[in-house]
Every structure is written in C-alpha cells, then in structure tokens.
Nanobody, 122 residues
Framework: QVHLVESGGGLVQPGDSLRLSCAIS????????MGWFRQAPGKEREYVAA????????YYADSVKGRFTISRDRAENTVWLQMNRLKFEDTAIYYC???????????????WGQGTQVTVSS
C-alpha cells in the first residue's frame, strides 16, 4: 500500500505562483509513476502532469505546459507541482496519485491522496 498526502494549496490571485507537495509513504517500492490530477467544480477529474519515479522524465497536459513543473525527490519520497502564472481556470482540487506502471491514464493510478484545494481568484 502507498499512502499519499498533499499539501500547499490555497487562495491566490491570477498570475501568482503556488507549489504543491505530495508526501509518499508505505510501500514506495511499488511506485513507478507519480501523477498530479485536478478536479474543478462541476467537471470531471483531469490529468495535469506525471513524472517517471526512476529517471524523472516529465509529462504535461497541454493546458499547463510551460506554466507547471513536476519534480520529485526519491530520497525524501516527495513529489512537487510548481504552478506559475496561475489562471482562474486552474481552480480545482489537486490530487497526487501513484501508479505501478508508466501511465498518464487516470484509471491506471491505484493510490490517491485526499486532495488539496487551489483557488485562483481576484
């Protein structure tokens, strides 16, 4: 079992930056890919970014490419999502998730955190 706890959400203004953290514990040896997903009010959850736990290759949804950066520290068992130039439409609950294979498909992620709220408002 892999346990995930997100932190770092909050209320920010458009154009601001925010960094989300995801602390990983438990059977970390099962982790192959870490992903960030988000769910906006009234919408389905969507993929944001993913990182290969071993080699660190990063992948992004088009909507965040160039603004968000996913990174990880294997020694600290932590994944971050640095979000820059935030927009109103980035408002959502952000979830980190772990998969035992390489994937960006939501349904392939077996372990999920509880989510952290990010609100972009003026």
């Amino acid at each position: 079992q892999v346990h995930l706890v997100e932190s770092g959400g909050g209320l920010v203004q458009p154009g601001d930056s925010l960094r989300l953290s995801c602390a990983i514990s438990g059977s970390t040896g099962l982790v192959y890919t870490m992903g960030w997903f988000r769910q906006a009010p009234g919408k389905e959850r969507e993929y944001v970014a993913a990182i290969h736990w071993g080699v660190g290759n990063q992948y992004y949804a088009d909507s965040v490419k160039g603004r968000f950066t996913i990174s990880r520290d294997r020694a600290e068992n932590t994944v971050w999502l640095q979000m820059n130039r935030l927009k109103f439409e980035d408002t959502a609950i952000y979830y980190c998730a772990a998969a035992k294979t390489f994937t960006i498909r939501e349904e392939s992620y077996e372990f999920w955190g509880q989510g952290t709220q990010v609100t972009v408002s003026s």
